[in-house]
């Protein structure tokens, strides 16, 4: 695991002095928020809003980091721990991504150019596929995956959720692309699969569990 820990903190760190070199040409108020129609509607001070990626992200990786170790199921995460340390990078990939596009949104002269609805689906698309992935080769454990009290109950709940999951998340995947054309629906049709597959997975969850009555 240390290989991806380390190639996530190099991303973070190119991040990091990426964020440095663009500093001088931020304005003191920067757009942190854009609505579903990609106009800003949320802003704050550039030094607060430079250092939350960044922060958020370390953060995220240290407690992927500890995960395999505090998880009282973790010999189930080393079965899949590749695709774990996959996750890993994603996810950091994705964050300073979203992180470098927000800020050349903030650059004058290139605020009107930059839609980021248009810059953002297509990376959760890849992200969301990457989930879906992973979904349908995860063991049972108390951080990772469709944790519902039916999947963790029950080994049948567990593995047959995942297994829909994964195709359900690469699902949204394709709608997430397709969405980026969409224009100001886009987002907003996103938003709506993810809410969708999320609550099914739920419910199909019990039904298994109840089916098999916790096996």
């Known amino acids: 695991m240390y290989r ?3 190639a996530s903190a190099c991303i973070i760190a190119a991040t990091v002095a990426a964020t440095a070199l663009l500093y001088p040409a931020l304005p003191e108020t920067m757009i942190t928020h854009w609505g579903a129609d990609g106009a800003p509607n949320g802003f704050m001070d550039k030094a607060v809003a430079v250092s939350i990626v960044p922060v958020m992200a ?3 990786l240290a407690l992927f980091a500890a995960i395999p170790r505090i998880d009282p199921l973790r010999k189930n995460i ?3 721990m590749g695709y774990y340390e996959g996750l890993i990078v994603v996810t950091t990939a994705f964050m300073a991504y979203v992180d ?3 800020l050349l949104a903030n650059i004058p002269g ?9 810059m953002v689906l297509p990376a959760m698309a890849l992200l969301m596929y990457y989930i879906g992935t992973i979904l349908g080769k995860t063991k049972q454990n108390w951080f990772i995956g469709i944790r ?7 080994k049948e709940s567990w593995e047959k959720t995942h297994a829909l999951g994964g195709k359900l998340f690469k699902a949204v995947a394709v ?13 907003m049709i996103f938003v709506a699969a993810i809410i969708l597959v999320a609550v099914f997975l739920v419910v199909y969850s019990y039904v298994i569990f109840s089916a098999g009555k916790g096996r």
């Open 175 to 187: 709608v997430a692309l397709i969405a980026t054309f969409t224009g100001v629906a886009g987002i």
């Open 148 to 154: 519902t009290p039916w999947t963790l109950s029950s």
């Open 110 to 118: 290139t605020q009107e150019a930059i839609n980021m609805n248009v």
């Open 58 to 60: 370390v953060a995220i």
């Open 4 to 6: 991806s820990v380390i």
């Open 78 to 80: 080393r079965g899949f």
């Open 100 to 102: 470098i596009a927000s």
